[in-house]
């Protein structure tokens, strides 16, 4: 056993009160801070030292890399790696590899799964880590790890976990010079210009993070794709990457421009059904295999927001995605589908995806995913799920989550999404069960399953722009590998990983964060208002903005405000896009009476004095809401503020900053809206209400020309 030094240092930090030390939050859930009391001395007693059964991996190198680092933040002592099992002994044992005496029910694990249990080995009172495969031993070690730091009983630890989706991703929409697209945390963590050659220390930390969540794919690039990026030298450039991440069980994936054969192989065109272009893309596969053997395959975005795809020569989706699928196939790739697509002379926005993609249930290869965002418009603080999940069975769907903030106030406003994630996946299509059923293709006996995560990571030290926006890529990640988790659980586990274990103070945090996300809600979009921001930058409220080439890119379009009313009809006295639901929700949606207050103008456009359930009138339920949002903002800050001497002032005072910053916009948003419905209602604001601060004049002034993110 070693006494690290690192660990003094720590141990010395511990018996400060927690606001007097310093951290900027690079460690992210990771930190392994020392443990005190029983917690200590139960783990002292169950980690003595390291077995391991099997033969030697770079993945099992990582598993023991990352328990003795834990094991030494959280007690002080290092374990050492031996052979010999030893009461207080982690034992790392694989089906193959398993000490004799060691009974489990192994088929249960899968390929990626893990148990973790207290038990007794050949006379020893071991904690037994064990999996079919050195990732699940990965995977167990991490979840180990999280149940030390999380203040589980580890007497008694009995616990047995198996992803119940296959491939958990994350995408990166940035750019080959470091830009991200929607990315609010610095430059892209890809130093491109250095690769292959220099590898940033970052990437085997990002490795690490994601690895302790589960997610096992990453698409290097953005889905506004360059062809550049599947030339030879960037190619290398991304092996270079996915040589880093192997150990981690984290596959590479790339974006593909769908007219590279055009760009770079210098064909006339890219018909899918073209054998030239097919050919070209079979050989371009081969070629990637060969510099990354254990690449994942490709996303493409196609024939969405200018983007070239099949429809440019005639054909479909399916064409287009076939065409990949059949070069990847020989490789064991797969192909995810973007179902992400509007064209501006579409009825109603909501509505083209389904009626683009439904048609072609069925036609798709077996390694073709098609990957829908979670609702029809595009990653609004609410809307309700997409209506394509449950309406293909014969296609298996990714879920496409969106982690960066792009619509929800970037990394300044503290929005846990947690809820929004949760609140999709509970969805009941009405087609034989939930989205999350969907998606993890129980419903329809899908083996080929998917969840996609767009990134919020960048150069930012604390990686994601802000402290809690480290909350929404652990919550993506823990959901993508288990769906039925709560957003609550996942909170607690994250804030006390993150921020403090004692009790009251986790619990505090936690509250906090559940109330963010119906908080932002209000302050934006209330009663299913939906796209009220401005242009290009996607920050501020424009709900005025009706002047753009697109008549679906404006908020007008959306809203649909005038004298005699507010709201979008989706029924069949308008779109009709409700009939793309299963009949049970259809039915439930398609009525102003039974549709929840939630999604009242996503479906419908109603008078403003149409009553509602609370006994207001519509215009005067607009109102109450967006105040509730801008309270529950003043309301999060206060019990922020009261959190100070639980937390390190660094990140107190950080976080302290950017709620004050929230409470402003909130402010904003409520004021500008309403000056703005205010003024096409002709009405007078409800007895009470405080009226705007500023003139709409005033707010339709504002300009954000160099606001970060941009597409
Ligand atoms: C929108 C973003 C845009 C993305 C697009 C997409 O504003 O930057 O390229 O989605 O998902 O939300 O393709």
């Not at 995605?321 to 192909?335: I, R």
């Not at 009939?579 to 259809?586: F, H, I, K």
Request: proline share 7%; hydrophobic share 45%; charged share 20%.
């Amino acid at each position: 056993m070693k006494f690290t030094g690192k660990w003094l240092m720590a141990a010395l930090l511990a018996v400060l009160p927690a606001w007097a030390v310093a951290e900027d939050g690079y460690e992210l859930w990771l930190r392994y801070r020392p443990l005190q009391g029983p917690a200590l001395v139960q783990l002292q007693a169950g980690a003595k030292s390291i077995v391991r059964t099997g033969a030697d991996s770079p993945t099992l190198q990582a598993a023991v890399a990352e328990l003795k680092r834990g094991v030494a933040g959280l007690t002080g002592r290092e374990p050492a790696l031996t052979s010999r099992i030893a009461p207080g002994a982690l034992v790392l044992a694989t089906a193959a590899s398993a000490p004799a005496g060691l009974a489990l029910p192994w088929a249960e694990l899968g390929a990626e799964g893990y148990a973790l249990r207290r038990l007794k080995l050949q006379g020893a009172d071991v904690t037994v880590i064990a999996a079919n495969s050195d990732i699940g031993l990965l995977y167990g070690s991490y979840a180990w790890l999280r149940a030390a730091q999380t203040g589980a009983d580890l007497a008694s630890l009995d616990q047995r976990s198996a992803p119940k989706v296959k491939l958990r991703m994350l995408n990166h929409w940035d750019n080959l010079d470091r830009h991200v697209e929607r990315g609010y945390s610095g430059a892209s963590i890809w130093d491109w210009w250095k690769l292959p050659e220099i590898l940033d220390a970052r990437y085997t930390d990002y490795a690490r993070a994601n690895a302790s969540l589960g997610i096992n794919g990453t698409v290097l690039n953005n889905v506004n794709s360059k062809a550049d990026s599947l030339t030879g030298p960037w190619l290398a450039k991304a092996a270079a990457l996915a040589g880093v991440f192997r150990p981690y069980g984290i596959k590479v994936y790339l974006s593909a421009r769908f007219s590279a054969p055009v760009e770079l192989g210098g064909l006339k065109k890219s018909d899918p059904l073209d054998p030239a272009v097919r050919a070209w893309w079979r050989a371009k596969a081969d070629e990637i295999y060969k510099t990354i053997p254990d690449f994942g395959g490709f996303l493409v975005k196609a024939n969405s927001e200018g983007q070239p795809g099949p429809q440019d020569y005639g054909r479909n989706h399916a064409d287009g995605a076939n065409m990949l699928a059949e070069a990847l196939a020989p490789h064991g790739g797969v192909v995810l589908w973007r179902a992400f697509v509007y064209a501006p002379e579409a009825k109603d926005r909501a509505a083209q995806a389904f009626d683009e993609f439904q048609p072609l249930d069925g036609k798709f290869a077996p390694n073709v995913i098609v990957q829908v965002k979670n609702g029809a418009i595009d990653f609004q603080p609410r809307e309700p799920f997409h209506p394509l999940f449950g309406a293909t069975p014969k296609t298996p769907l990714a879920l496409e989550l969106q982690i960066t903030k792009e619509y929800l106030g970037f990394a300044t406003h503290l929005v846990y999404m947690g809820p929004l994630f949760e609140e999709v996946l509970k969805a009941d299509t009405g087609r034989g069960g939930t989205v999350a059923r969907v998606v993890d293709g129980s419903l329809a006996r899908h083996p080929l399953t998917a969840v996609a995560g767009v990134a919020n990571i960048g150069t930012d030290r604390n990686w994601s722009g802000s402290q809690f926006d480290q909350a929404n890529w652990y919550a993506y990640g823990r959901m993508a590998w288990d769906p039925d988790l709560t957003a609550a659980a996942i909170a607690r586990d994250w804030a006390a990983q993150t921020f403090s274990t004692r009790p009251a103070a986790r619990d505090a945090i936690v509250d906090l964060m559940l109330a963010s996300r119906e908080a932002v809600v209000d302050y934006m979009t209330p009663l299913g208002l939906h796209h009220l921001m401005g242009t290009g930058h996607h920050y501020g409220p424009a709900p005025w903005v009706d002047n753009l080439e697109r008549a679906d890119w404006n908020p007008t379009y959306f809203h649909r405000a005038a004298k005699d009313g507010i709201g979008f009809d989706r029924t069949a006295k308008g779109s009709n896009a409700v009939a793309q639901y299963a009949p049970s929700v259809a039915r439930l949606w398609a009525d102003p009476r039974s549709t929840p207050p939630e999604l009242l103008l996503w479906f419908h456009r109603l008078p403003w004095d149409h009553a509602m359930p609370s006994g207001r009138t519509l215009w005067a339920e607009l109102v109450a809401r967006y105040d509730r949002g801008v309270a529950t903002v003043a309301d999060m800050r206060r019990r922020w503020a009261a959190l100070g001497p639980h937390i390190d002032a660094g990140r107190h005072a950080e976080v302290s900053a950017y709620l004050a910053q929230q409470e402003r916009e909130a402010r904003w948003w409520r004021d500008a809206c309403i000056a703005y419905f205010q003024s096409v209602s002709g009405l007078s604001l409800p007895a009470g209400a405080r009226p705007p601060e500023r003139s709409l004049d005033d707010y339709k002034a504002q300009r954000f020309p160099y606001a970060p993110g941009k597409g």
